[in-house]
């Protein structure tokens, strides 16, 4: 049977039907979840009182094997039909916004406004939604569904709490298929992830008077040939790839050459071949810059010395666009009317990807914006927000195998 046929059959199922309805009937119920999900704050590395309000939800829903593992992701398994082979739908459960931000939800006309209320949270909601679809309707899966609140996808995080799902977790032998719902767009299916290389590199040296100690070596100066050494570095468009020298620190005084300076960078790429270039030749630039300095002004004080440390590894990965996952998303979007997309992105699909995993980002429904910022909304008008979830529900019961009647 083709994708389009696959997914034809399913919405005209009269149990899907009735799953759309409980989503159009709770639909307050679904936007109620996301502002009491929004206002519990969710910094990054601090999830905990999300993640135990989540815990909860999830019991409540009636799953099985409701947990919280070792890294602080929780969840449960929607029992299929068949030897417990596995498809996950998650949603991140950590926000980019630091301890004390005001997390308290506005509400103008439709549209939310929040930090962190599209990116993920509407996800969270949404996945309950859902849960209580499928089980009002009697739908059943040949595969398990195991639906997760992972931790640490934002930032420094560094997809923490997939990759222990997938390499330490004690269902990582099950599962066969991966959605990460995240963001409200429906129409734009992530199959490819774009890998990172993270470094906070910090130049040291002996430091001194900024008259009185003039021609010792400047570990301000190794740093700026290193940064201008990056810049210059290729950064092809196919595949993408890109680099930038995005936060500095160090120094002690304007008047004194530092003992310490420092920069954090990101290196990005489609290619998982391309990145590893680009990583051995920004660190080849790093060790260049410091014996250039170390040659252009007297070490007798000491040497200018050079400290890469990795902040963060992000693995690239793909999934084809022929395969199942890809075709039964495609069709169930264009089946709602929407074209899809697709693209790559940063997601915690970049994990199963990377190990041969079918995995896509698929949307949460709605539209939104200012992903990121203290501005950040989405609107939850009934109309267009159910039309997207429809969408991806439909994509969860194609791949997980919707049982006839």
């Not at 430091?207 to 290729?234: D, E, I, K, Q, W």
Request: proline fraction near 5%; include cysteine.
């Amino acid at each position: 049977m083709t994708a389009a046929a696959t997914i034809a059959r399913i919405l005209a199922d009269p149990r899907f039907r009735d799953a759309v309805a409980t989503m159009t009937r709770e639909h307050d119920r679904t936007v109620a979840d996301i502002v009491t999900l929004t206002e519990i704050p969710a910094p990054p590395f601090a999830e905990e009182r999300r993640a135990a309000a989540y815990l909860e939800m999830l019991r409540a829903h009636g799953l099985e094997e409701v947990e919280q593992d070792a890294i602080g992701n929780v969840m449960g398994r929607r029992r299929g039909t068949g030897n417990g082979r596995t498809v996950v739908v998650a949603a991140h459960l950590d926000t980019v916004f630091p301890a004390g931000t005001d997390v308290r939800v506005r509400r103008e006309g439709t549209k939310l406004f929040a930090p962190g209320v599209g990116d993920d949270t509407r996800s969270l909601a949404v996945n309950l939604a859902f849960l209580r679809a499928m089980d009002a309707a009697g739908i059943r899966t040949s595969r398990d569904i195991l639906f997760v609140g992972d931790v640490g996808e934002e930032g420094l995080g560094d997809l923490r709490g997939v990759r222990h799902l997938f390499l330490e977790g004690r269902h990582r032998d099950r599962i066969d298929a991966f959605f990460t719902v995240d963001s409200p767009e429906v129409d734009r299916i992530v199959t490819g992830g774009i890998g990172s290389k993270r470094y906070r590199v910090a130049f040291r040296g002996p430091g001194g008077h900024s008259f009185a100690a003039f021609g010792l070596v400047n570990p301000a100066y190794a740093m700026a040939r290193a940064m201008l050494t990056l810049s210059a570095l290729a950064a092809p468009d196919a595949p993408q790839t890109t680099h930038c020298a995005s936060v500095l620190g160090g120094g002690t005084s304007v008047n004194a050459i530092p003992n310490e300076v420092w920069m954090e960078v990101d290196l990005r790429s489609q290619s998982a071949a391309e990145l590893a270039r680009l990583e051995a030749e920004f660190l080849a630039g790093v060790e260049a810059a410091v014996a250039a300095e170390n040659a252009a002004r007297s070490t007798r004080e000491g040497a200018i010395t050079a400290e890469a440390l990795p902040i963060g590894d992000r693995p690239a990965g793909h999934t084809a666009p022929d395969a199942d996952i890809v075709r039964l998303a495609s069709a169930a979007v264009a089946a709602h009317g929407f074209t899809p997309r697709l693209s790559y992105s940063s997601t915690d699909a970049n994990i199963p990807m990377s190990l041969g995993i079918p995995a896509i980002k698929i949307g949460s429904g709605g539209c939104g914006g200012r992903a990121h910022s203290l501005e950040e909304w989405i609107d939850v008008e009934p109309v267009e927000s159910l039309r997207g979830m429809s969408a991806s529900l439909a994509t969860i019961l194609a791949v997980a195998g919707m049982e006839e009647a």
